[in-house]
T-cell receptor, first 115, second 114 residues
Framework: NAGVTQTPKFQVLKTGQSMTLQCAQDMNHEYMSWYRQDPGMGLRLIHYSVGAGITDQGEVPNGYNVSRSTTEDFPLRLLSAAPSQTSVYFC??????????????FGPGTRLTVT | AQTVTQSQPEMSVQEAETVTLSCTYDTSESNYYLFWYKQPPSRQMILVIRQEAYKQQNATENRFSVNFQKAAKSFSLKISDSQLGDTAMYFCAFKGRGGNKLVFGAGTILRVKS
């Protein structure tokens, strides 16, 4: 199993540009989510999905879109990049059932810089 | 809304010694899960240990153990026989009702010195 993969690992954008961060998992997990990590703030939830076709907002959704057309993929779209979106982005996935202890598996992260 | 507080931004410990990282949380729920995640310099997030709130017994995983005080809403992580490879950022996280959403603390940087 490759686990959770994210591309790209690093990205530099200019203000106003758009881009998509890719996330894929091969563990057949129902639940997938996106977090951003900023110094002194831990990880904050952007968007999440409980299954294909179902998404919802997390704590900091503004400026981001998601979709979940398959179980495996959960891309994050930045519509018009702003310097405030400079951050490290993590995708995570997990089984929904309690039997699995709710452990979330994280991708390696994408470091995004918006100039 | 739930909140998670880690009051120690940085800590250091000598190799082979024991260190305790603090975490407190705020919730009105009675059943929930608590986690400690480790983030080494590689940036990869790794689950260290988890605790179910309805279980009275403190979780242990090899050199890692927790002191879970439900009434005090406290969830500290004890690392025994610290090793250089334990150097990392440690995050405390909370999962309540309503899906697998995690609420994270700000993190504690732990440096193990030789």
């Amino acid at each position: 199993n490759a686990g959770v993969t994210q591309t790209p690992k690093f990205q530099v954008l200019k203000t106003g540009q758009s881009m998509t961060l890719q996330c894929a998992q091969d563990m057949n997990h129902e639940y997938m989510s996106w977090y951003r990590q900023d110094p002194g703030m831990g990880l904050r939830l952007i968007h999440y999905s409980v299954g294909a076709g179902i998404t919802d907002q997390g704590e900091v959704p503004n400026g981001y879109n998601v979709s979940r057309s398959t179980t495996e993929d959960f891309p994050l779209r930045l519509l018009s990049a702003a310097p405030s979106q400079t951050s490290v982005y993590f995708c995570a996935s997990s089984y929904s059932a309690r039997d699995y202890g709710y452990e979330q598996y994280f991708g390696p992260g994408t470091r995004l810089t918006v100039t | 809304a739930q909140t998670v507080t880690q009051s120690q931004p940085e800590m250091s410990v000598q190799e082979a010694e024991t260190v305790t990282l603090s975490c407190t949380y705020d919730t009105s729920e009675s059943n929930y899960y608590l986690f400690w995640y480790k983030q080494p310099p590689s940036r990869q997030m790794i689950l260290v240990i988890r605790q179910e709130a309805y279980k009275q017994q403190n979780a242990t995983e090899n050199r890692f153990s927790v002191n879970f005080q439900k009434a005090a809403k406290s969830f500290s992580l004890k690392i025994s026989d610290s090793q250089l490879g334990d150097t990392a950022m440690y995050f405390c996280a909370f999962k309540g009702r309503g899906g697998n959403k995690l609420v994270f603390g700000a993190g504690t940087i732990l440096r193990v010195k030789s």
